[in-house]
């Protein structure tokens, strides 16, 4: 994986929340490939934080895990902080961690509500609230990428509360590109479909759900993380200087699927 002379995010450091697995660690991967030093994100330092760092060490990359609880808002500030102090940047934050709660609109838990629009949402918010006020203090421009879900438009049964985080995702998205794009701050969001990570570990262990799921993916099957995290490079790369306030869906046609025998 060692960058090359060419590497489009060469000198530039990244933040990526929720990177020991599935499409973060995917994502953090893909950017030190492009160049990035990688602030790998992680909510505890176990023994899957400590190999995820390791797997991305031993391609190459420079990465420093950094621990914090993204729904809690001094945790983040100085998660942040503690990066700029010892990366003396940070160029790219990369909102990607996230949790889904299942369950039918009757049994939805107010514990469960709470959490997952903590991590969904309000944690990505405070986020971009560092970011930005770290990268105005420097005097820099920077990059916020969110990922979000086909569920940001498309309604999910039995996952209500994980719907409003991410149609909120969405809002706080457009909002904040309006707010700091006299920063020099591009936000975007990747919307990803049903792609092959942990989070989706329940389905994955059913062979006839996920043909069921298969069956409503126009391009065939499941999406992996580097299909997601090869955009996510994208929107922080230069090519994509002038996109702010939008969403790309990476989900091989699942949203706007429908058809009728
Ligand atoms: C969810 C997955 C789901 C996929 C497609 C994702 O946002 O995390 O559980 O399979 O959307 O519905």
């Not at 993204?70 to 990066?83: E, K, T």
């Not at 043909?211 to 999406?223: S, T």
Request: glycine share 10%; net charge negative.
């Amino acid at each position: 994986m060692t960058a090359t002379a060419s590497a489009r995010l060469a000198g530039q450091v990244a933040l990526v929340t929720g990177g020991a697995q599935g499409i973060g660690l995917g994502i953090a991967e893909r950017l030190a490939r492009e160049g990035a030093r990688i602030a790998l994100n992680v909510h505890k330092l176990d023994g899957r934080a400590h190999a995820a760092r390791q797997q991305l060490v031993d391609a190459g990359a420079d990465c420093e895990l950094f621990v914090a609880d993204v729904a809690d808002v001094a945790n983040v500030q100085h998660m942040v902080a503690a990066i700029t102090a010892s990366h003396g940047r940070l160029d790219l934050l990369v909102n990607n961690a996230g949790i889904e709660r299942r369950a039918g609109a009757l049994d939805v838990s107010e514990a469960d509500y709470d959490a997952v629009i903590a991590t969904n949402l309000k944690g990505p918010f405070f986020l971009a609230q560092a970011f930005a006020a770290q990268a105005r203090a420097a005097g820099r421009g920077g990059r916020i990428v969110n990922i979000s879900s086909v569920h940001e438009e498309l309604p999910f049964p039995h996952f209500a509360p994980y719907c409003a985080s991410k149609g909120g995702l969405k809002m706080i998205m457009r909002t904040l590109a309006l707010e700091l794009a006299p920063l020099g701050i591009t936000v975007n969001n990747v919307a990803p479909g049903a792609i092959r990570t942990p989070i989706n570990a329940q389905l994955l262990a059913q062979p006839q759900q996920v043909e069921a799921l298969v069956g409503q993916i126009p391009l065939g099957r499941m999406g992996e993380p580097d299909d997601v995290a090869g955009v996510v490079a994208f929107l922080a790369s230069d090519d994509a200087r002038y996109i702010t306030g939008t969403t790309v869906f990476v989900d091989g046609g699942l949203l706007w699927n429908y058809s009728e025998q």
